[in-house]
């Protein structure tokens, strides 16, 4: 088995290098690359969502995700300090019709399509703790 664990600035260019880091220890450890695309995708997802729309008691501080690896399973967690949202309970948004200006709202469907497991969990002291597998065919 193999780990991955980096801390996220919770901006786009923080995203951005994690995912590279992230993409690189896929390569070198032999996740499957379909695999390690939707790895990124709900990384980026998640991430994205914590720059977007994510409520913090003071400055966003950086999330940490961590990934563990071994043939057959793709696990990760993600855990950050703003304010508890359960992503994985969220409700589902309708796709928007092609004669809507709405952007936006499909991301945590994509990722539940992504994962064929998605937890969240509100840590004792404070943030949130989501732990998902990635699907791996």
């Known amino acids: 088995m193999t780990f991955f664990r980096i801390e996220i600035p919770i901006d786009l260019e923080g995203l951005a290098v994690a995912q590279d880091a992230l993409e690189e220890w896929a390569t070198a450890s032999g ?39 071994r043939p057959g399973s793709l696990a990760a967690v993600l855990e ?6 359960d992503s994985a309970g969220a409700r589902e948004v309708a796709a928007p019709r092609l004669d809507q200006d709405r952007v936006g709202g499909l991301g945590l469907g994509l990722v539940r399509k992504m994962t064929s497991a998605l937890r969240h ?17």
């Open 31 to 69: 996740v499957p690359p379909p695999a390690a695309l939707r790895l990124r995708l709900v990384v980026e997802e998640l991430v994205a969502n914590l720059v977007e729309h994510a409520a913090w008691p003071g400055d966003p501080v950086p999330a940490w995700l961590e990934v563990a690896w």
């Open 80 to 85: 950050d300090q703003s304010a508890p949202f």
């Open 121 to 137: 969990s509100a840590p004792e002291g404070g943030g949130n703790r989501v732990e998902f597998s990635v699907r791996l065919g």
